[in-house]
């Protein structure tokens, strides 16, 4: 008798398998589509004050429901009464913010906009686990080996496939949002920035430029910055200004 119900069971579930499959697949495609229409959400995981060499932060520790990763928010003063706040959005770069590279400037660009926020009394810094402008850890060394033999940062992502800038700033515009913050002065030389956030309706009232001196190792990644990636270096694009006049 159970095995009769159990046969008659298995064998409509059978029979229902592609009507079953369509809707599963359905179903992931809503999932994929609500997620690229809808805004991320986000929430404060932990929150602690940090004591550092550039000042007294708190830090805010949040996750979401669209990567795994754990973003940052370093926090000083309240942010929250001011109508502009400044605010740097920086990605995360173990080799120069660990290891002290030098193929580019984001530990002084990390440490200039802490600096300045501390100076101001209030402010954020966002530090999103985006590597190696999004493509991870593995693959921005990939990029580094083919720029040993030539290549500039832009050609080497374009050579492993990727888009020279995956970076994102939803998240870092919904992490904004939740601190009750939607008007910034943003630290930043990067166009991109300022549109990505603007799109996820944060407005960014001015920018506050963020220009670290090259040396002669980060010199032509600066100047790739610059001339490729649409990067606003004064120092690169007068030097190009005078270039092109002469
Ligand atoms: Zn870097």
């Known amino acids: ?24 697949k359905n179903r992931e495609k809503e999932k994929v589509l609500n997620r690229s229409e809808s805004h991320p959400r986000v929430w404060v995981y932990a929150e ?38 400044p605010v740097r959005v920086h990605s995360e770069c173990l080799t120069s913010e660990v290891l002290g590279s030098l193929k ?23 530090y999103l686990r985006q590597e190696g402008r999004g493509i991870g850890l593995g693959n921005k060394i990939r990029a580094y080996a083919l720029q040993e033999s030539g290549l500039d940062t832009v050609e080497a992502n374009h050579a492993l496939g990727f888009d020279d800038d995956l970076r994102r700033y939803d998240i870092a515009a919904a992490m904004l949002h939740h601190l009750h913050v939607n008007r910034v002065a943003l630290l930043t030389n990067n166009p991109r920035k300022i549109s990505g956030l603007e799109a996820f ?19 032509f990644y600066l100047a790739t910055k610059a001339r490729k990636s649409g990067h606003l270096l004064e120092s690169f694009l007068e030097e190009d200004a005078l270039t092109n006049n002469s």
């Open 1 to 24: 008798m159970g095995a009769d119900i159990l046969l008659k069971a298995g064998t409509w579930i059978w029979q229902q398998r592609n009507v079953l499959a369509f809707w599963l």
């Open 48 to 85: 602690a004050h940090l004591p550092t060499r550039f000042g007294q932060f708190r830090v805010l520790v949040f996750r979401n429901d669209q990567d795994d990763r754990e973003h940052l928010a370093v926090v000083q003063g309240r942010p929250e009464v001011h109508s502009v706040v």
């Open 104 to 126: 580019c400037d984001c530990r002084e660009q990390l440490h200039a906009a802490l600096e300045y926020i501390d100076r101001q009394g209030y402010g954020i810094v966002l």
């Open 201 to 219: 309706g944060i407005e960014v009232v001015h920018r506050l430029p963020l220009e670290i001196q090259p040396h002669p190792v980060n010199q």
